[in-house]
């Protein structure tokens, strides 16, 4: 198993040197990710056997999005109670929630998405989304990478390195970030499921292809007053320009090249070295992640909870140019989305109005901007629910019908596409499964259906295993 973990940003050096000089330097405090993870991932540097010659579609192609946004709700929302709505459902399956009419005619979301349904023009709504894994670890990595994961329909199996990458570590090998943000961020944390015994999901990290293609995990809430990345603040007393002098002691110790050279290579070294610094020492990573600069009718747009200031944070990694970000629906201390019980409160009180709320600022700002055309925006769960309600007023898992959304990167807005029976049980038209919906992101983002990327053995691995859906685009 090797999951994503904190580590000191100089977790590549030795430990003789890292222990007696670096944090003698005090330079780091502690990271949710490693430097041999994302910096190297910036520098380019390739794994053995992984190219990138023949993976980008032509530009002329559907490809339009250079960044992409996905908004992953752990715990799998109700397709019922959010935007395929059965009014004419029996009471025991339709629940409390009415339809309302979106700003589209003919597309009616449940009556808490009120924000969103005057967006509806922006959104391609998926109805026919599905799959037949109830688990939510294994069924967790088939979303978030298009692949099954090496153990399905369990959630005993926690992550390994035979998982295959997330779509934002195989972006972030495909379109490195040229500047000294990092390539792939995730926010506020790595979705786990306390009932699971697995616990932390699969398909988060960088799998076969590589620990260097790991995202920046970028954990807390962002919604706490003085909140931080821990990783990028400097050591009390410790300033910018006395940070750069510690780096011109390590550059003339002379005495660790060799052991640093027979570690991990002198190229890398001195690559890693110098953007690790420059992440400390560089105003546009420490503006990026500032929510400070953000006024506060802004902040309270995007609503002032950890979801919504995580999304806002992603919108300022996305203006810097980060290529993917993710944000994970956080530890709410009440199972997310996975409404067994007390359905209908918790969306109704806890979980739609802060989703609703950051994913309409979100789609505002990019559409202002111009730059929606340019951006991927992706809401999506592993699963759904069960039509029936359940004694607790809840519902169970259901993977076998539910819905995702789509913005921007070229996809249509104002657009259902597939439909679920009278029921929300199961596709009527259209069906797709996970592996298309994420085959469909790697169109927008211009990645050709036939791409191959090999792992650290030089082993073929195809990226697509499903079908783009074409029909979702312009």
């Known amino acids: 198993m090797s999951p994503i973990r904190s580590v000191t940003p100089f977790d590549c050096i030795p430990q003789r040197f890292a222990r007696r000089t670096l944090l003698q330097a005090s330079l780091f405090g502690s990271a949710g990710w490693s430097l041999r993870s994302a910096l190297a991932a910036n520098a380019g540097v390739a794994s053995s056997g992984i190219s990138n010659t023949g993976v980008f579609q032509d530009p002329a192609g559907l490809g339009k999005a250079k960044q992409c946004l996905l908004l992953f709700m752990w715990g799998g929302p109700s397709q019922l109670d959010t935007f395929d709505p059965k009014p004419n459902a029996p009471d025991a399956i339709r629940g409390p929630f009415k339809p309302i009419a979106t700003n589209v005619p003919g597309i009616d979301f449940s009556e808490n998405f009120r924000m969103l349904s005057q967006r509806a023009d922006k959104l391609a709504v998926i109805r026919s989304l599905g799959h037949d894994d109830p688990a939510h670890l294994s069924s967790g990595h088939t979303v978030l990478t298009g692949h099954l ?38 926010l506020p944390w790595l979705a786990y499921h306390p009932a699971a015994p697995g616990g932390q999901a699969p398909g988060q990290h960088s799998g076969w292809l590589g620990r260097q293609y ?41 005495a660790q090249r060799r052991m640093l050279e027979e570690s991990v290579g002198p190229s890398r070294v001195t690559a890693q070295q110098q953007q690790a610094f420059g992440l400390l020492t560089s105003s546009t990573v420490r503006q990026a992640f500032d929510l400070q600069r953000e006024t506060d009718e802004t902040r309270e747009r995007y609503g002032r909870n950890i979801h919504g200031q995580c999304v806002l944070l992603a919108r300022r990694l996305l203006d810097q140019g980060v290529p993917f970000v993710s944000v994970n629906w956080h530890n709410d201390g009440q199972n997310f989305w996975d409404t067994h019980g007390n359905n209908f409160n918790r969306l109704k009180n806890d979980l739609i109005p802060p989703a609703d709320r950051a994913l309409s600022a979100v789609l505002d700002d990019l559409s202002q901007s111009g730059r929606l055309e340019e951006t991927l925006v992706v809401w999506v769960g592993e699963f759904g629910r069960a039509p029936t309600i359940n004694a607790s007023a809840g519902r169970e898992h259901h993977p076998y019908c539910y819905n995702a959304l789509m913005a921007g990167g070229g996809i249509r807005g104002g657009q259902v596409y597939g439909a679920s029976d009278n029921r929300g049980a ?49």
């Open 426 to 474: 199961y596709p009527s038209e259209n069906p797709i499964s996970p592996q298309d919906l994420v085959a469909t992101m790697y169109r927008s983002l211009g990645v050709a259906t036939e791409s191959v990327l090999h792992d650290s053995l030089n082993r073929p691995h195809q990226l697509l295993a499903g079908r783009p859906v074409d029909q979702l685009f312009l």
């Open 214 to 254: 790991d995202p920046l995990l970028i954990s807390g809430d962002p919604n706490t007053p003085g909140w931080q990345v821990p990783s990028l603040a400097l050591i009390e007393g410790q300033s910018a320009d006395r940070l750069l002098h510690r780096q011109q002691l390590l550059a003339s110790i002379d």
């Open 149 to 186: 994961p090496p153990v399905n329909k369990s959630d005993a199996a926690p992550p390994s390195d035979r998982d295959t990458p997330h779509i934002g570590c195989v972006m972030s090998k495909l379109r490195p970030s040229t500047g000294a943000l990092p390539s792939f961020v995730t």
